[in-house]
């Protein structure tokens, strides 16, 4: 007797847990089934490094699909903080498309969203490659072809999070965990017009604006002292560096960056 009752609490809890791991489940579906507009751009704001977010309108959509049948009920882009602006061609966040960050397309059904994706790998690995893109829910993540490949990895798993619901999950661009968005708390400029932008998250990004290749890092503050690592799109001069951070500028690698913003 006691054998049974055993098994059936067993049985019982298992019961118990499978129902809240579909409801869990569920519910991440729900998030990602033809979501709003409104919620998208909510979802966007929480990721790491994303700086603006734009959605299209019928006036402004580039190419003239909202809403249509099969088409996305929304289409919100994003600029984002590890791809040179300079480099991307537009005059505007929607002009410039997909290559500034990336965007979220939102369809009515998975049908549609799985056809838009399998038009897109048509595109891949050639010229017209816009960058990646996957289905989660109803909606196609895509991010920017000017990003590597763990860059593009880590913004898609932290929009995918965002969209479910998994705000826990989400990780900043230089491993750590934090659901906090990331600003730019500094914006420098040298007397060659590079410029120097450093994030609340701890990360920085040096554009020499089509002088040299650009370079990314990390930074720490104690004081007046800034101590940061550097490296280049080929993870070379990854040392730590030890400079003087003013006012009004800041002493880096070996020049003075006067603040702009």
Same mark, same amino acid.
């Given at each position: 007797m006691k054998k049974l009752l055993s098994i059936l609490l067993a049985l019982s809890m298992c019961f118990s847990l499978c129902y809240v791991l579909s409801s869990c489940k569920d519910e991440e579906e729900k998030l990602v089934d033809n979501p709003t507009?409104?919620?998208?751009?909510q979802c966007l704001e929480k990721v790491p490094g994303i700086l603006e977010i734009e959605a299209v309108t019928e006036d402004t959509d580039p190419m003239k699909n909202l809403n249509k049948p099969g088409w996305y009920t929304a289409h919100i882009y994003f600029s984002y903080q590890l791809v040179n602006q300079e480099d991307v061609y537009g005059d505007d966040l929607i002009d410039k498309g997909t290559d500034a960050g990336g965007s979220v397309e939102v369809y009515k059904t998975k049908s549609d969203a799985n056809k838009r994706n399998e038009y897109l790998s048509a595109f891949d690995g050639g010229i017209l490659?816009?960058?990646?893109?996957?289905?989660?829910g109803t909606c196609?993540?895509?991010? %920017?072809?000017?990003? +590597?490949? %763990?860059?593009?990895? +880590?913004?898609?798993?932290?929009i995918i999070f965002a969209l479910q619901g998994k705000d826990d999950k989400i990780i900043n661009p230089n491993g750590n965990s934090n659901n906090a968005t990331i600003s730019a708390i500094g914006e420098y400029t040298n007397s060659d017009n590079h410029t120097l932008t450093i994030f609340s998250d701890g990360t920085l990004y040096l554009s020499f604006n089509g002088d040299f290749s650009d370079l990314e890092g990390t930074w720490s503050q104690n004081g007046d002292i800034i101590t940061y690592s550097v490296w280049d799109e080929y993870g070379e001069w990854n040392n730590p560096f030890e400079d003087k951070i003013y006012e009004d500028g800041i002493d880096f690698l070996g020049e003075y960056y006067t603040r702009i913003d």
């Open positions: 507009e409104e919620y998208v751009i490659c816009s960058g990646s893109h996957k289905v989660v196609v993540v895509r991010t %920017s072809n000017e990003l +590597t490949v %763990s860059q593009q990895q +880590t913004l898609e798993s932290n």
